[in-house]
């Protein structure tokens, strides 16, 4: 069983910066590769940045302001997000694509303009 518990949300003026973290959990799990997607209400989850191996992958609207890691001897995820925007307000959930797929909670972001 995997367990992925997100931290890190808040509201923050445009322009500011969040770290995200997600802590994972769960025997012989390893964490790569793993996304991170945002969801608003009325609208499908979006995948904003992935990491597998050393490669790191990003949506155009996240390209330049957002980081992906991973810190393995934690066995955590981060996404750094810096330069804010506020239509970056949404509900960010870790993802781990093993088997049918592992989600977090979520984490609430709201950027005040």
């Known amino acids: 069983q995997v367990q992925l518990v997100e931290s890190g949300g808040g509201l923050v003026q445009a322009g500011g910066s969040l770290r995200l973290s997600c802590a994972a959990s769960g025997s012989g799990f390893s964490i790569n590769p793993m996304a991170w997607y945002r969801q608003v209400p009325g609208k499908q989850r979006e995948l904003v940045a992935s990491?597998?191996?050393?490669?790191?992958s990003y949506a155009d609207s996240v390209k330049g302001r957002f980081t992906i890691s991973r810190d393995n001897a934690k066995n955590t995820v981060y996404l750094e997000m810096n330069s804010l925007k506020p239509e970056d307000t949404a509900v960010y959930y870790c993802?781990?694509?093993?088997?049918?797929?592992?989600w977090g909670q979520g984490t609430q972001v709201t950027v005040s303009s």
């Open positions: 993802y781990a694509p093993y088997g049918s797929g592992y």
């Open positions: 990491i597998t191996g050393g490669v790191t």
